[in-house]
C-alpha cells in the first residue's frame, strides 16, 4: 500500500520529505526531552544523595560523642565499685553523672542498672518506675547480650523513670569487670529525641521529599510522620531499602513516583531520603512547550524545502513527460536531452535507448510479419502443389488404362484424405493427428507412384497425437528425403517417421536411408541462403525451421544428422500445446 497517494511526483516527494523531517524532529525532541529529563533526575539523585551523606555523617558524629560519653561512665571506677558491691557510695555516681548531664544539653538522662540489683542514674537512686520490669527492657536486652558493644534503639517513650516518659533514643553497653571476664550491668544514656529531629528536619528535598531512619530490623528510628506509620496511614519501601545497601532505587507509581537514596550509618541505622520524581523536573511545562515549538517551526521549514526541492528534482522529469507523450503519438523520432549525469540523466538515456529498440522491433515485427504471410503462402503451396497433382492425377490415368480399378480407388482415396487433412478451417496449428494422417496420405500416394522404389513407416506415440503442431510441417520434410535422399538410392528407400514426449518438448523425427549428404551440404540447410539455392525440394528445409521459430521461440526448429551413403535424419523440436478433447482426428491415419 502507497504511503503517500499524490497526483504528481513532485507532490509525493515534497510530501515525503515534509514526513521525514517531521518524523525525524519529534524523534530527535523526545530523545532530547528524555536525555534533559534524565540528566536532571541524575543531578537531582546525586545531590539528594550527597544531602543524606551529609545527614549520615552528622548523626555518627553526635552518636560518637555518646559513645565517648559512655566510656567515660564505664572507665569510671565509682561505677564499676558501686556495681560490685566494692563501695556503696552511689551519691558520688549521681554526682558525676549529673555532671556529664551538665555538659551535654541532648541528654535526657544517664542511669546504671547492675546485675546484682543496684541502680544509680543521675536523678538519684530512687525514681524507678515500679510496674515496669527494666530486664525486659529491648535495650537492656541487646546490651547484655552484645558484651560491651553498644546497643543504639529506636526512638520510643522510656517507661522506666517515675513520672517521666520522655521520647528518647536510648544508647546502652554492658559494664564489664575489670578484667573483661564477667559483666556487671548496664548503662542507659538517653538521647532526648529532638537531637535528631532537629538534624533530619532541617534537611530539604523538594516540597514533599523528606529524611527518615529505620534501624537494622526495620524499625523505625525516625520519621517526620512516624504516627501515620503507626497507623498504617502511610506506608515505607522499608524492605527494600535495608535490602539495598548504598545507593538509590524508584517507585513505580506514576505521578507518585519517589527516589529512594539509602545511607549505611555503619552503626545498624540507615538513612533514607525521599523526594518525588515530579518535583525533580519542575520546568517540564516549559521544556514540552519548547518542543513544540521547535516542532513547528521545523515542520514549516521541511514543508518549504521540500517544495522547493522536489520542484528541483522533478523538473527533468516534466521535460521527459512531454518527450513520452510525443512517443504515445507515434512519433519515435525523439530524443530526450541528458544534462545530467544523476539518476534522472541515466534515466533519460535509458528512455533514448528505448525509443532506439522500439524502433528497430517495429522493423523487425513488419519483416517478421512479411516472412510470416510469404511461409503460409508457401506452405499452401505445398499443400496444393500443381506439380505433386499433375504427377498423382497422372499415375491415375494410366493406371485406370490399365485396368487397374483397385489401385485407382487407393490412391483417389488417398488423394482426397490428403485434401480434406489439408483443411484446418484457417487455423495455423493443428491437432498432431492431422498432421500424421496429412503425411500418411501423402507417402501412400509416393508409394504408389514409386512402387517398390519406397517404402515408409510411421511409429508416433499416441500421447502426443492430441497436442497441436504447426500445420504442413512434416510434408517438406518427406519431400526432400524423397527427391533428395531414396530418388537417387539404388534398390528400395525407406521413409521413418517417429515421434514422443520429453518433458514439455514434441521431438518429431523424419528418417530416410538414402544417400545422405555430406557435412558442408548438411550446414547449409538450416543457413540463411537455403530458400535460394537450386533444386531444393518442397518449400525447404530453411522454411520450416524459421516458421517454428517464429511460431514457437528460438529455442525450437530443426536439427539435421547425415552421413554420405548412411541416410538423414531430421529432428523437429517445439513445445507442448495441448488441445481440447473436443478435437477428433478427421481421419485415421493409414500405416504401412
Given at each position: 500500500?502507497?504511503?503517500?497517494?499524490?497526483?504528481?511526483?513532485?507532490?509525493?516527494?515534497?510530501?515525503?520529505?515534509?514526513?521525514?523531517?517531521?518524523?525525524?524532529?519529534?524523534?530527535?525532541?523526545?530523545?532530547?526531552?528524555?536525555?534533559?529529563?534524565?540528566?536532571?533526575?541524575?543531578?537531582?539523585?546525586?545531590?539528594?544523595?550527597?544531602?543524606?551523606?551529609?545527614?549520615?555523617?552528622?548523626?555518627?558524629?553526635?552518636?560518637?560523642?555518646?559513645?565517648?560519653?559512655?566510656?567515660?561512665?564505664?572507665?569510671?571506677?565509682?561505677?564499676?565499685?558501686?556495681?560490685?558491691?566494692?563501695?556503696?557510695?552511689?551519691?558520688?555516681?549521681?554526682?558525676?553523672?549529673?555532671?556529664?548531664?551538665?555538659?551535654?544539653?541532648?541528654?535526657?538522662?544517664?542511669?546504671?542498672?547492675?546485675?546484682?540489683?543496684?541502680?544509680?542514674?543521675?536523678?538519684?537512686?530512687?525514681?524507678?518506675?515500679?510496674?515496669?520490669?527494666?530486664?525486659?527492657?529491648?535495650?537492656?536486652?541487646?546490651?547484655?547480650?552484645?558484651?560491651?558493644?553498644?546497643?543504639?534503639?529506636?526512638?520510643?517513650?522510656?517507661?522506666?523513670?517515675?513520672?517521666?516518659?520522655?521520647?528518647?533514643?536510648?544508647?546502652?553497653?554492658?559494664?564489664?569487670?575489670?578484667?573483661?571476664?564477667?559483666?556487671?550491668?548496664?548503662?542507659?544514656?538517653?538521647?532526648?529525641?529532638?537531637?535528631?529531629?532537629?538534624?533530619?528536619?532541617?534537611?530539604?528535598?523538594?516540597?514533599?521529599?523528606?529524611?527518615?531512619?529505620?534501624?537494622?530490623?526495620?524499625?523505625?528510628?525516625?520519621?517526620?510522620?512516624?504516627?501515620l506509620l503507626y497507623s498504617n496511614l502511610k506506608?515505607?519501601?522499608?524492605?527494600?531499602?535495608?535490602?539495598?545497601?548504598?545507593?538509590?532505587?524508584?517507585?513505580?507509581?506514576?505521578?507518585?513516583?519517589?527516589?529512594?537514596?539509602?545511607?549505611?550509618?555503619?552503626?545498624?541505622?540507615?538513612?533514607?531520603?525521599?523526594?518525588?520524581?515530579?518535583?525533580?523536573?519542575?520546568?517540564?511545562?516549559?521544556?514540552?512547550?519548547?518542543?513544540?515549538?521547535?516542532?513547528?517551526?521545523?515542520?514549516?521549514?521541511?514543508?518549504?524545502?521540500?517544495?522547493?526541492?522536489?520542484?528541483?528534482?522533478?523538473?527533468?522529469?516534466?521535460?521527459?513527460?512531454?518527450?513520452?507523450?510525443?512517443?504515445?503519438?507515434?512519433?519515435?523520432?525523439?530524443?530526450?536531452?541528458?544534462?545530467?549525469?544523476?539518476?534522472?540523466?541515466?534515466?533519460?538515456?535509458?528512455?533514448?535507448?528505448?525509443?532506439?529498440?522500439?524502433?528497430?522491433?517495429?522493423?523487425?515485427?513488419?519483416?517478421?510479419?512479411?516472412?510470416?504471410?510469404?511461409?503460409?503462402?508457401?506452405?499452401?503451396?505445398?499443400?496444393?502443389?500443381?506439380?505433386?497433382?499433375?504427377?498423382?492425377?497422372?499415375?491415375?490415368?494410366?493406371?485406370?488404362?490399365?485396368?487397374?480399378?483397385?489401385?485407382?480407388?487407393?490412391?483417389t482415396s488417398a488423394l482426397a484424405r490428403l485434401?480434406?487433412?489439408?483443411?484446418?478451417?484457417?487455423?495455423?496449428?493443428?491437432?498432431?493427428?492431422?498432421?500424421?494422417?496429412?503425411?500418411?496420405?501423402?507417402?501412400?500416394?509416393?508409394?504408389?507412384?514409386?512402387?517398390?522404389?519406397?517404402?515408409?513407416?510411421?511409429?508416433?506415440?499416441?500421447?502426443?497425437?492430441?497436442?497441436?503442431?504447426?500445420?504442413?510441417?512434416?510434408?517438406?520434410?518427406?519431400?526432400?528425403?524423397?527427391?533428395?535422399?531414396?530418388?537417387?538410392?539404388?534398390?528400395?528407400?525407406?521413409?521413418?517417421?517417429?515421434?514422443?514426449?520429453?518433458?514439455?518438448?514434441?521431438?518429431?523425427?523424419?528418417?530416410?536411408?538414402?544417400?545422405?549428404?555430406?557435412?558442408?551440404?548438411?550446414?547449409?540447410?538450416?543457413?540463411?541462403?537455403?530458400?535460394?539455392?537450386?533444386?531444393?525440394?518442397?518449400?525447404?528445409?530453411?522454411?520450416?525451421?524459421?516458421?517454428?521459430?517464429?511460431?514457437?521461440?528460438?529455442?525450437?526448429?530443426?536439427?539435421?544428422?547425415?552421413?554420405?551413403?548412411?541416410?538423414?535424419?531430421?529432428?523437429?523440436?517445439?513445445?507442448?500445446?495441448?488441445?481440447?478433447?473436443?478435437?477428433?482426428?478427421?481421419?485415421?491415419?493409414?500405416?504401412?
Amino acid at each position: 500500500m502507497n504511503l503517500f497517494r499524490f497526483r504528481t511526483i513532485q507532490s509525493n516527494i515534497a510530501a515525503a520529505l515534509a514526513f521525514l523531517i517531521v518524523i525525524l524532529t519529534l524523534v530527535m525532541g523526545f530523545i532530547a526531552y528524555g536525555l534533559s529529563t534524565s540528566a536532571v533526575q541524575r543531578t537531582a539523585q546525586n545531590f539528594t544523595a550527597e544531602l543524606i551523606k551529609q545527614v549520615t555523617s552528622n548523626i555518627q558524629i553526635y552518636v560518637n560523642n555518646m559513645e565517648n560519653i559512655s566510656l567515660l561512665a564505664l572507665n569510671h571506677r565509682g561505677v564499676s565499685g558501686y556495681l560490685t558491691g566494692e563501695s556503696d557510695d552511689d551519691a558520688s555516681v549521681t554526682d558525676f553523672l549529673r555532671t556529664i548531664m551538665l555538659s551535654r544539653k541532648d541528654i535526657a538522662s544517664i542511669g546504671v542498672f547492675g546485675y546484682n540489683g543496684r541502680f544509680v542514674s543521675d536523678r538519684g537512686s530512687g525514681n524507678l518506675n515500679p510496674y515496669v520490669s527494666v530486664p525486659d527492657q529491648s535495650w537492656y536486652r541487646e546490651a547484655k547480650e552484645g558484651r560491651g558493644k553498644v546497643f543504639i534503639s529506636p526512638s520510643h517513650v522510656q517507661p522506666v523513670f517515675k513520672e517521666d516518659y520522655r521520647w528518647v533514643v536510648s544508647l546502652s553497653r554492658e559494664i564489664r569487670s575489670s578484667d573483661h571476664t564477667r559483666g556487671l550491668g548496664v548503662l542507659l544514656v538517653d538521647l532526648n529525641f529532638s537531637v535528631i529531629n532537629d538534624i533530619v528536619n532541617g534537611i530539604e528535598l523538594g516540597k514533599r521529599g523528606y529524611v527518615y531512619i529505620v534501624d537494622r530490623s526495620g524499625r523505625v528510628v525516625y520519621h517526620p510522620q512516624q504516627q501515620l506509620l503507626y497507623s498504617n496511614l502511610k506506608s515505607e519501601k522499608i524492605d527494600e531499602a535495608l535490602a539495598l545497601g548504598n545507593g538509590s532505587f524508584i517507585t513505580d507509581e506514576g505521578s507518585q513516583s519517589r527516589i529512594y537514596t539509602v545511607q549505611d550509618s555503619g552503626f545498624g541505622w540507615k538513612i533514607v531520603g525521599v523526594s518525588y520524581v515530579s518535583e525533580l523536573v519542575n520546568n517540564k511545562g516549559q521544556m514540552q512547550a519548547s518542543f513544540f515549538t521547535l516542532g513547528g517551526i521545523s515542520l514549516v521549514v521541511a514543508l518549504l524545502l521540500s517544495f522547493l526541492l522536489s520542484r528541483n528534482l522533478t523538473r527533468p522529469i516534466h521535460q521527459m513527460q512531454k518527450r513520452m507523450s510525443e512517443v504515445e503519438k507515434g512519433n519515435f523520432d525523439i530524443q530526450v536531452p541528458v544534462d545530467s549525469t544523476r539518476e534522472i540523466g541515466m534515466l533519460a538515456r535509458a528512455f533514448n535507448l528505448m525509443v532506439v529498440r522500439i524502433r528497430e522491433l517495429m522493423a523487425q515485427v513488419v519483416k517478421e510479419q512479411e516472412f510470416k504471410r510469404k511461409s503460409e503462402l508457401n506452405a499452401l503451396q505445398a499443400q496444393i502443389n500443381p506439380h505433386f497433382l499433375y504427377n498423382t492425377l497422372d499415375s491415375i490415368v494410366w493406371m485406370a488404362e490399365n485396368d487397374k480399378s483397385a489401385e485407382v480407388v487407393r490412391m483417389t482415396s488417398a488423394l482426397a484424405r490428403l485434401f480434406r487433412s489439408s483443411i484446418s478451417k484457417g487455423s495455423e496449428l493443428v491437432p498432431i493427428r492431422n498432421e500424421i494422417e496429412h503425411i500418411s496420405n501423402y507417402l501412400t500416394i509416393q508409394k504408389m507412384r514409386y512402387r517398390d522404389k519406397l517404402d515408409f513407416r510411421i511409429d508416433v506415440d499416441d500421447a502426443i497425437k492430441s497436442s497441436l503442431t504447426l500445420k504442413v510441417l512434416l510434408q517438406p520434410l518427406v519431400e526432400n528425403a524423397i527427391y533428395h535422399g531414396i530418388k537417387n538410392k539404388y534398390g528400395t528407400g525407406t521413409i521413418r517417421i517417429a515421434g514422443e514426449r520429453k518433458g514439455e518438448t514434441i521431438v518429431l523425427r523424419v528418417s530416410d536411408n538414402g544417400v545422405g549428404m555430406d557435412e558442408a551440404t548438411r550446414k547449409s540447410l538450416l543457413s540463411p541462403a537455403a530458400d535460394s539455392r537450386p533444386g531444393k525440394g518442397g518449400v525447404g528445409m530453411m522454411n520450416v525451421h524459421e516458421r517454428i521459430r517464429l511460431y514457437f521461440g528460438s529455442a525450437y526448429g530443426l536439427s539435421i544428422d547425415s552421413e554420405p551413403d548412411e541416410g538423414t535424419t531430421v529432428t523437429v523440436t517445439f513445445p507442448v500445446i495441448d488441445k481440447p478433447a473436443a478435437a477428433e482426428p478427421l481421419g485415421k491415419e493409414r500405416e504401412t
